[in-house]
């Protein structure tokens, strides 16, 4: 039985499995094959940001405020995607 893939790049015709998302950025594997994994991957990435942006000399401060700008951007330009 074949699972649905839910992950955006899925969603736009890229052949990305969500379970190799989940693996990449250590995911919860419930997550994978749901909608679910969309928010999590925005909160991985997120925090991703904000550890290579405070390890580049940013502030705390700093680095998460241009890491929920990047995160808000982002969920934007996808929520045409389920």
Same mark, same amino acid.
């Given at each position: 039985?074949?699972?649905?893939?839910?992950?955006?790049?899925?969603?736009?015709?890229?052949?990305?499995? *969500?379970?190799?998302?989940?693996?990449?950025?250590?995911? *919860?594997?419930?997550?994978?094959?749901?909608?679910?994994?969309?928010?999590?991957?925005?909160?991985?990435?997120?925090?991703?940001?904000? *550890?290579?942006?405070?390890?580049?000399?940013?502030?705390?401060?700093?680095?998460?405020?241009?890491?929920?700008?990047?995160?808000?951007?982002?969920?934007?330009?996808?929520?045409?995607?389920?």
């Amino acid at each position: 039985m074949s699972k649905k893939n839910y992950n955006f790049a899925a969603q736009m015709g890229d052949d990305l499995d *969500d379970m190799e998302l989940v693996k990449e950025y250590g995911l *919860d594997p419930k997550v994978a094959y749901t909608p679910a994994i969309n928010e999590a991957m925005f909160k991985a990435m997120n925090q991703g940001t904000i *550890d290579n942006l405070t390890q580049a000399g940013y502030t705390e401060k700093q680095a998460k405020e241009i890491a929920n700008e990047t995160t808000m951007k982002a969920k934007k330009a996808t929520a045409h995607l389920k």
